[in-house]
């Protein structure tokens, strides 16, 4: 059974930092599309960094350019989360997540996904 868990979720004021972290069990990182995505309340879901073994790309969503940055540990089959200069409107729940690409197509509705944790940043 596959199972992600995060954690390093927190409050923090802006321009803060916090390291997420995603450990993985009956699953190893580095074969499929993995990543973190978030939920604000009232918002849909979006994507908000990923690694994409395929191909070798890293992405980010243009909200976080030059602030987070998504990295893993083999050694550990763990993925992390970089966040540094925090906005209040990263608040959200995190999410961790993986092998929701396949075949040149994105499915949020497959894949493995942690339960979140959750990030509030005041101003």
């Known amino acids: 059974q596959v199972r992600l868990v995060e954690s390093g979720g927190g409050s923090v004021q802006a321009g803060g930092s916090l390291r997420l972290s995603c450990s993985a069990s009956g699953y190893t990182f580095n074969r499929d599309s993995m990543g973190w995505f978030r939920q604000a309340p009232g918002k849909e879901r979006e994507g908000v960094a990923a690694i994409y073994p395929g191909t070798g790309s890293i992405v980010y969503d243009d909200s976080v350019k030059g602030r987070f940055t998504i990295s893993q540990d083999n050694a550990n089959n763990a993925l992390y989360l970089q966040m540094n200069s925090l906005k209040p409107e990263d608040t959200a729940m995190y999410y961790c997540?993986?092998?929701?690409?396949?075949?040149?197509?994105?499915?949020?509705?497959?894949?493995?996904w942690g339960q979140g944790t959750q990030v509030t940043v005041s101003s």
């Open positions: 997540a993986a092998a929701w690409y396949k075949g040149g197509v994105a499915n949020l509705d497959s894949g493995y």
